[in-house]
């Protein structure tokens, strides 16, 4: 058997397969795929070019080509909680993450990964994988010396510490790109490597060079490659030929940018054409009406920029798997945290991500002010409500709320040993939960039931291996809470509330994905019992008791 046939078992959802054991624990390793899982930071759903976006990302465009694209795949709205998501195959809440890098008193919210979780890296060492992760890890409060706080220098949930063998990034969530604190090789801190530094380089490099070593010394024992790109999070810090690609090609505005993105996703049929455009946000001036437009364009432009270089990277990737010849029989897949961000920087942010100076020692002028153009390492700039708007197109809201803009995210799957498929759409529901479950699968490894004198609690997801080839896959539901807002999706209906005194919302979302026409008055049947179903989980789930006020969902 070569590492080819296993689309046969994809073909039949690989369960045959994997219920006679063909993949056991301890089975030959070169018989199973490699693993890459590639994460954009802070990126809309419809910015990349497959997705309907006008930058420039040819290398995951190539991927979605001759792989899937899926149109209604489901992050957590927020950066730690859905990577704690991701790496865990639980709600964030049950891994200890339902919110940021703070303790706040509860079991769903401690700031930490706790010990009722395993990683997805744990899991398929376990198995036989090699297991290396290049950029940002961002699911510990422990962040190390940097903080200045004794109590936060613990390494027990640094990335070696969680079944990575390699690692190579940053522990916090945020930084310059040129000098990025709480840098880290292996478990211990390191300063970046040259004077042309760039995070978004240094993560493809590193991730690169982790695969080449490995595959050049143990050709036959498959690996799973994580790699977390801080790109295009905040601040907006971009390389001046990535920039220059992209002058001028905002310079009509937001309410342009919706307009073409919305005509290319119609097109490409990644939305449907009964789905109405919304609003633009109420917080956001029409382009004809706002001042300082050279700067606005300016900030879409980095961020278009960041996008560029980190495709540039994957393309480097890429290209490393072909000339080592193991793209043919390696899993890869490209998604999102949460959707576009919306947060303005203010001139008196501060915290561990802002650095005072520049490596060289010039003065970094925090803030989104109009008199400073965004981009080099003495600036610190977000792109703001209007652009998060624009990479959200068509969707309401953006990172942070659980309507569609805050938790919609691109995937791509790409895997020419495995999936016959050639660049075709998959539309059924999917959701983090989800990615764990599909690497157990099609590795075979074995998901533990307990670690170290310590049980473990089941994955909440499904294996996408049926999607793959496909066919539905069976699912009750899929739930989100953050900061209060919280929705639930049962079939083609959500239940969505904003803040934990919001009133609950129903949404039809094959006829209304873009949540124009809320029909909870119509269905009160239906919304008592989804209410009631999210209750439930929210009980079992380590949601509730929550930190946002007092009570429960009214």
Known sequence: MTRRTVNLFVAGYLLAALSAGAYGAGGKAADRPNIILIMADDMGYSDIGC?????RTPHIDRLAAGGLRFTQFYN???CCPTRACLMTGLYPHQAGVGHMMNDRGLEGYRGDLNDRCVTIAAVLKGAGYATFMSGKWHVTRQVGHWSGDAKLTSKHNWPVQRGFERFYGTIHGAASYFDPITLTLGNEPIKPEAEGYYYTDAISEHASAFIREHVKAKPSEPFFCYVAFTSPHWPLHALPEDVARYKGRYDRGWDALRAERLERMRKMGIVDTRWKLTDRDRGVKAWEDVEHKAWHSRRMEVYAAQIDRMDQGIGRIVETLEALGQLDDTLIFFLADNGGCAEEIGGKWGGLHIPEKTRDGRDVRRGNDPNVMPGSATTYQSYGLPWANASNTPFRRYKHWVHEGGISTPLVVHWPGG?????????????LIDIMATCV??????????????????????????ALAGKPIDREAIYWEHEGNRAIRVGKWK??????????????????????????????????????????????ANVLPWPWGKGRTP
Do not use: F
């Open 441 to 466: 699968d099609v590795a075979g490894a074995t998901y533990p039931t307990e670690l170290k004198g310590q049980a473990i609690r089941p994955m909440e997801g499904k294996s996408l291996a049926p």
């Open 495 to 540: 239940l969505v509330a904003q803040g934990p005194r919001g009133k609950w919302e129903l949404y039809d979302m094959e006829a209304d994905r873009t949540e124009t026409n809320d029909l909870a008055a119509d269905h009160p049947e239906r919304v008592k019992a989804m209410s009631s179903k999210w209750e439930g989980w929210a009980e079992r």
């Open 51 to 55: 997705y309907g976006g006008e930058v």
């Open 419 to 431: 999936i016959r498929a050639r660049g075709e759409l998959r539309r059924q529901p999917g959701h």
């Open 76 to 78: 957590t709205a927020r």
